[in-house]
């Protein structure tokens, strides 16, 4: 079991930035997939970002390349999302997500934080 927990969300301008964090407890966090996705209002849930393991392997959504940035930090158990350029189209709720295997914008992970809220505002 894996127990993920946001933070660092909440409210910007356009053009600003925020990092989000998911720190996470339970197995070992090092041997895990680690990704984010996010849920406007309604909107379906969709792919923003996903990192391996060992940070070797990192895929980004279209409509975030360029401005967003995956990392994580295994001594720490956390992988951090920073989001530069922030537009308002990136209003949603932000989950972390983890897996046991790599996954992208079509997998569906196993195990997922409670979200954290980020509005942009114009």
């Known amino acids: 079991q894996v127990q993920l927990v946001e933070f660092g969300g909440g409210l910007a301008q356009a053009g600003g930035s925020l990092r989000l964090s998911c720190v996470a407890s339970?197995?070992?966090?090092?041997?895990?997939?680690m990704g984010w996705f996010r849920q406007a209002p309604g909107k379906e849930r969709e792919f923003v970002a996903t990192?391996?393991?060992?940070?070797?392997?990192?895929d980004y959504a279209d409509s975030v390349k360029g401005r967003f940035t995956i990392s994580r930090d295994n001594g720490k158990s956390t992988v951090y999302l920073e989001m530069n350029s922030l537009k308002p189209e990136d209003t949603a709720v932000y989950y972390c997500?983890?897996?046991?295997?790599?996954?992208?914008?079509?997998?569906?992970?196993?195990?997922w934080g409670q979200g954290t809220q980020v509005t942009v505002s114009s």
């Open positions: 339970g197995r070992t966090f090092s041997r895990y997939a």
């Open positions: 997500a983890s897996d046991s295997r790599m996954f992208g914008s079509s997998g569906l992970p196993e195990y």
């Open positions: 990192i391996s393991w060992s940070g070797g392997i990192i």
